[in-house]
């Protein structure tokens, strides 16, 4: 079944810095949203964006979806140790956050 | 509100054998959905129901069946267990097209 192209599978990155991860499709989704998700935990909403073009900021965490609908990405800037974790991105062909289709996830490390 | 929950929360399973995962949500949403997590993948749907009485398949629905009859449960439904349904099942709730809300998991282990 089709997944969404998440990338970096991985980062490995000292307390502090800022991080960038997004999120490809070959096909246009109409709704894109980021999760994170702890150990042992189920995925948590992180930003929810509905239009193309729209950049969204929770806090520390800033979201764009794209303009041609078949990509998105998140910023979280001056990292924390909380930050830990795995993040997904999860798009839906449909206008709203239903029958989602996620990515591979992006595990984050951070370095004291 | 307790949210979103799931039991039970760990559970083994032989082949061949039935079980039922159950999920309940107190937010009154008339969307729910499941999703199965395998190692180094997202999320994948199971099935959905957009209100009591109506279901549909999603992306990997075979060898589960549901049904909703209540708008506050969603129960899934393992007729005869296979080592491949090994996986981590997670429940999700929504209000209208609103973000979906998940549940802690069950963690299924099929030998």
């Known amino acids: 079944g089709q997944q969404l192209n998440q990338s970096p599978q991985s980062m490995f990155i000292q307390e502090g810095e800022d991080v960038s991860m997004n999120c490809t499709s070959s096909?246009?989704?109409?709704?894109w949203l980021w999760y994170k998700q702890d150990p042992g935990e189920g995925p948590v909403l992180l930003i929810a964006l509905y239009k193309a073009g729209e950049l969204t900021s929770n806090g520390r965490l800033t979201a764009q979806f794209g303009i041609t609908r078949k990509d998105s990405f998140l910023n979280i800037s001056a990292s924390i140790p909380s930050d830990v974790g795995i993040y997904f991105c999860a798009g839906s062909r449909i206008q709203g956050a239903q029958k989602l289709v996620f990515g591979q996830g992006t595990r984050l490390t951070i370095n004291p | 509100n307790a949210g979103v929950t799931q039991t039970p929360k760990f559970q083994v399973l032989k082949t061949g054998q039935s079980m039922t995962l159950q999920c309940a949500q107190d937010m009154n949403h008339e969307y729910m959905s499941w999703y199965r997590q395998d190692p180094g993948m997202g999320l994948r749907l199971i099935h959905y129901s957009v209100g009591a009485g109506i279901t549909d398949q999603g992306e990997v629905p075979n060898g589960y069946n549901v049904s909703r009859s209540t708008t506050e449960d969603f129960p899934l439904r393992l007729l005869s267990a296979a080592p491949s349904q090994t996986s981590v099942y997670f429940c999700?709730?929504?209000?209208?097209?609103?973000?979906?809300?998940f549940g802690p998991g069950t963690r299924l282990t099929v030998t």
């Open positions: 999700a709730s929504s209000s209208g097209r609103r973000e979906q809300y």
């Open positions: 096909s246009i989704f109409n709704t």
